[in-house]
């Protein structure tokens, strides 16, 4: 199960730090990543971590801005973003892979049939 939080309102050029916690499976053994879904526009990655070597990938759109990191202590992934754009309002959904296929099948987004309640980030001009 994955408990994604941390979302809120903040103005153009914020910051925002995502947790998502999860339980019930092997953590070290998966990959865990973040998509997000803007109003009226599909869903889509933003990044992941890789379970098998601890590898980090990030969309083209929030490279340099997003940075993914992981607290195998914890149980928890972080997606700190930084100078958030109003383009970044959405709802961000963490999601899990068990080992890690490829960056390219997450952003085709097939690997997950569902998804838990996600957290709503609105950004404001």
Same mark, same amino acid.
């Given at each position: 199960? @994955?408990?994604?939080?941390?979302?809120?309102?903040?103005?153009?050029?914020?910051?925002?730090? @995502?947790?998502?916690?999860?339980?019930?499976?092997?953590?070290?053994?998966?990959?865990?990543?973040?998509?997000?879904?803007?109003?009226?526009?599909?869903?889509?990655? #933003?990044?992941?971590?890789?379970?098998?070597?601890?590898?980090?990938?990030?969309?083209?759109?929030? =490279?340099?801005?997003?940075?993914?990191?992981?607290?195998?202590? =914890?149980?928890? #992934?972080?997606?700190?973003?930084?100078?958030?754009?109003?383009?970044?309002?959405? #709802?961000?959904?963490?999601?899990?892979?068990?080992?890690?296929?490829?960056?390219?099948?997450?952003?085709?987004?097939?690997?997950?049939?569902?998804?838990?309640?996600?957290?709503? #980030?609105?950004?404001?001009?």
């Amino acid at each position: 199960q @994955l408990q994604a939080s941390g979302g809120g309102l903040v103005q153009a050029g914020g910051s925002l730090r @995502l947790s998502c916690a999860a339980s019930g499976f092997i953590f070290d053994d998966y990959s865990i990543g973040w998509f997000r879904q803007a109003p009226g526009k599909e869903r889509e990655v #933003v990044s992941c971590i890789s379970g098998t070597d601890g590898s980090t990938y990030y969309a083209d759109s929030v =490279k340099g801005r997003f940075f993914i990191s992981s607290d195998n202590a =914890k149980n928890t #992934v972080y997606l700190q973003m930084n100078n958030l754009d109003p383009e970044d309002t959405a #709802v961000y959904y963490c999601a899990a892979e068990l080992g890690f296929t490829s960056w390219e099948v997450w952003k085709m987004g097939l690997l997950f049939g569902s998804w838990g309640q996600g957290t709503l #980030v609105t950004v404001s001009s």
